[in-house]
């Protein structure tokens, strides 16, 4: 929006004209009035001009207390977003642009209605009144406007169905039954799933036996999973059960590869794969390495409860995953625990037998060996931990439901992608990163985006080692040159990757994301951190608190969750398919209107759900602070829970502990001279507070507190919250339908 228009129109609308006659002032004007009003206005007005102005007097009624937080909240949430979005992009783009195309605004109120008229005549008003805006306005121009009549029966599972075959390219190999099940065509009514088909005749749509084998066979997919590329191989007959895939080769080489070079076969370097399809282990394995490994691996075959995995060989997926479990538990969190459980069960079954570790269970280690049942697994169990980390489910659980969603007709040709990637996020401890997702084209998620992920590793890790050795050496992080290296290293290769990976985006494209590190907190690298949960924010916070550094997440991107509610939306798949359409690598970004309330607002988050102080929930959201606990504890008497003078005291010196930095000087003397119990060196200060022993102090008197004040603080605000969150759907509705009917105002 232009300035200048929003001034003219604020100047119009609210301010007087100065009384100078001495006439009598009117009443003031209400909310109600002032809505009235722009209503009448906003037919002159653009409509960003519109929506700035109704923000501003919902804003101005809650300072004059005209409505209430739960009023305003309920109207803000009313709004249809994306249709907005789209009325001002249209807007722009038909009264702004360049050149001597015909707009609106070059013609007449008269000419308009004409051609209006004139099209009413051809079809009816009925049809003219329920077009979208977008058609509307090509008619008001004089365009040759067909609506199809299908359009009113979209939402139904055979309108659905149409519009999924109609984004569908011509050849594509399609089976009846998955399409039931996808839509929720029950098997009785497999008919409309015949009739709809019939319809798209002309596109030649080709019908594969659901029995098939060969997309698992050759690429390890379910039919409907195959990309369009990968189903025009097999119909073609190009591929049959004699291809040899780079699926299949990974399959075959994986056990050899773990063995011998404890990595999966797509992990290893070219020249590493020729030694192994030659079978050989590596040219010159260091003999240190071989020693810890080995040490490892009897360290392992030592622990009873592990080792039950070769008792039985149909283990289940949580025997599985509590093997993988066990053993980071045993070597650490870092440890490849795939590797050493493969290795591992060479070792047993005697192929590649170890000085100290039996060969008991030879026939089932050999088992586990051979068809290597824990990788698929370690995948499972990652996903799970980054759902967790932030109090999510399983990103593979949320996957699912986005692929299943009869709106999503991507899969195939796009993946749900993670930025940071799944392994590597939990590998090198980043794990809540794992959490954000973006929809990218199939063959750049399978070919450069996973070389990245493996060098991203790589590269991660010796960050890692940097910021380590710098605090071995007691120096501050972020100005060691050897961090400031290793970083420097990091984001070189996220930027080469980029420009790589959006070499081909179309003008005005969506780009596909990699994340660069920073030593910057997370609450300022994340762009859109206030608007997530106490569960993310903490996540976030604690992780930096262990590594050290963040990764900077662009405001566009969306976490795997969001990604599933966002594809609900009608509006949102629109977007998305126009941009596969325009063969964009990636189809989904995070969508705002610019007067939108943050998802942390009032009635929004999990927090208000759970009793935090509403000043907390806006504070935290703004400035990433708490203020009422500090203002509940100083307080509080202590006979009531809260903190004595010497506890308060103890605190506080904690607190500088924390935050004065050993170079500032200026500031340490000044609080040496300030403390009376204090008769040393100023410079010595610091250290004078560290022999004081203050967590001992303060920790108890802060667990005394949660217990007794805000724990039942919360509890209490809890239970008279719930009424107003299970009514807030109730508000929204009776706004979005009497007086203060946004959709008609806009």
């Known amino acids: 929006m232009k300035l200048h228009h929003y001034n003219e129109a604020y100047a119009h609308m609210v301010r007087r004209t100065p009384f100078a006659n001495g006439s009598e002032k009117p009443t003031p004007r209400t909310f109600q009035d002032k809505l009235s009003t722009l209503k009448e206005a906003s037919r002159g007005l653009d409509p960003e001009s519109t ?30 977003q994306a249709e907005i979005k789209e009325t001002i992009e249209n807007f722009e783009r038909e009264n702004f642009v360049d050149g001597g195309e015909v707009n609106l605004k070059d013609l007449t109120l008269k000419k308009r209605q004409s051609n209006i008229d004139k099209w009413i005549s051809n079809n009816s008003q009925e049809a003219y009144d329920n077009a979208s805006q977008a058609s509307k306005r090509k008619i008001q121009l004089g365009e040759n406007v067909v609506l199809d009549k299908k359009i009113q029966y979209a939402d139904t599972t055979k309108g659905k169905l149409r519009t999924y075959l109609s984004e569908l390219p011509d ?58 590329d990968q189903r025009s191989l097999i ?62 691996l009897r360290t392992l075959s030592k622990n009873k409860k592990l080792m039950e995995m070769f008792k039985k060989t149909n283990r289940t997926k949580s025997d599985l995953m509590k093997d993988i479990t066990l053993v980071k538990k045993i070597l650490g969190p870092e440890t490849n625990a795939i590797a050493r459980i493969t290795q591992l069960a060479a070792a047993v079954s005697g192929d590649k037998p170890v000085d100290g570790i039996p060969t008991t269970y030879k026939k089932n280690a050999s088992f586990i060996y051979n068809n290597l049942p824990h990788t698929k697994t370690q995948r499972e169990l990652d996903e799970l931990i980054i759902g967790k980390s932030v109090n999510e489910k399983s990103i593979k659980t949320t996957k699912g439901k986005i692929t299943k969603n009869p709106n999503y007709i991507f899969t195939g040709d796009y993946n749900i992608d993670e930025p940071a990637g799944v392994t590597s996020s939990v590998r090198n401890r980043s794990t809540p990163y794992g959490i954000f997702g973006q929809v990218i084209q199939t063959e750049i998620n399978k070919k450069d985006k996973k070389s990245f992920d493996g060098n991203k590793s ?139 309330l943050p998802t942390t607002g009032y009635f929004a988050g999990e927090d208000f759900k759970k009793g935090e102080p509403v000043l907390d929930i806006a504070s935290s959201a703004l400035l990433g602070v708490k203020p009422t606990e500090s203002i509940v504890r100083a307080l509080t008497p202590e006979e009531e829970g809260g903190f004595s003078e010497t506890e308060k005291l103890a605190r506080k010196k904690l607190n500088i502990l924390k935050t004065v930095k050993p170079s500032d000087i200026t500031t340490i003397a000044s609080l040496a001279a300030q403390d009376p119990e204090y008769e040393g060196a100023p410079a010595k200060y610091l250290d004078f507070l560290k022999s004081q022993n203050l967590e001992s102090i303060v920790e108890p008197a802060e667990k005394e507190f949660q217990e007794k004040v805000m724990i039942p603080f919360r509890e209490t ?11 807030l759907n109730e508000l929204i509705n009776q706004f979005s339908t009497k007086k203060y009917d946004s959709e008609e105002i806009l």
Do not use: C, H
Request: glycine fraction near 6%; avoid cysteine; charged fraction near 30%.
């Open 51 to 80: 929506l700035r102005l109704f923000d501003f007097y919902i804003q101005e009624a809650l300072t004059k207390g005209e409505l209430t937080e739960q009023q305003a909240s309920g109207i803000y949430q009313s709004l249809p």
């Open 458 to 596: 790589k590269k991660e890790k010796a960050l890692q080692e940097a910021i380590a050795d710098a605090k071995k050496r007691n120096v501050n992080i972020k100005t060691d040159k050897k961090v400031l290296a290793a970083l420097k290293d990091f984001n070189k290769l996220v930027s080469e990757y980029e420009t790589k990976i959006n070499a081909n985006v179309p003008k005005g494209g969506l780009k596909v994301e990699l994340f660069k590190a920073s030593l910057d907190s997370p609450n300022n690298t994340i762009k859109n951190f206030g608007t997530f949960n106490s569960d993310y924010k903490k996540a976030f916070l604690n992780n930096y608190k262990n590594l050290g550094y963040s990764f900077v997440v662009p405001k566009n991107i969306n976490t795997i969750p969001q990604i599933a509610e966002k594809i609900n939306d009608p509006k949102v798949i629109k977007t998305m398919t126009q941009r596969f359409k325009a063969g964009n690598p990636r189809l989904l970004s995070v969508m705002f209107p610019a007067f939108t």
């Open 235 to 296: 119909t073609s007959g190009r591929y049959n059960e004699n291809t040899m895939t780079p699926y299949r080769r990974s399959k075959m080489y994986d056990p050899f590869s773990l063995k011998e070079y404890g990595k999966t076969w797509n992990e290893l370097s070219e020249s590493q794969k020729n030694r192994v399809r030659a079978g050989k282990g590596p040219e010159v394995l260091p003999p240190g390495n071989k020693v810890k490994v080995e040490n490892e």
């Open 171 to 228: 050849g594509s190999t399609i089976n009846r039954k998955t399409l039931a099940e996808k839509f929720g065509i029950k098997k009785a009514s497999m008919g409309n799933v015949t009739e709809v088909l019939n319809e798209f005749k002309d596109k030649n749509f080709k019908f594969i036996n659901p029995q098939k084998k060969l997309p698992m066979l050759l690429f390890g997919k379910k039919e409907n999973e195959l990309t369009t």
């Open 717 to 727: 605000k809890k239970t008279q919250r719930e009424p107003v969150i299970s009514g």
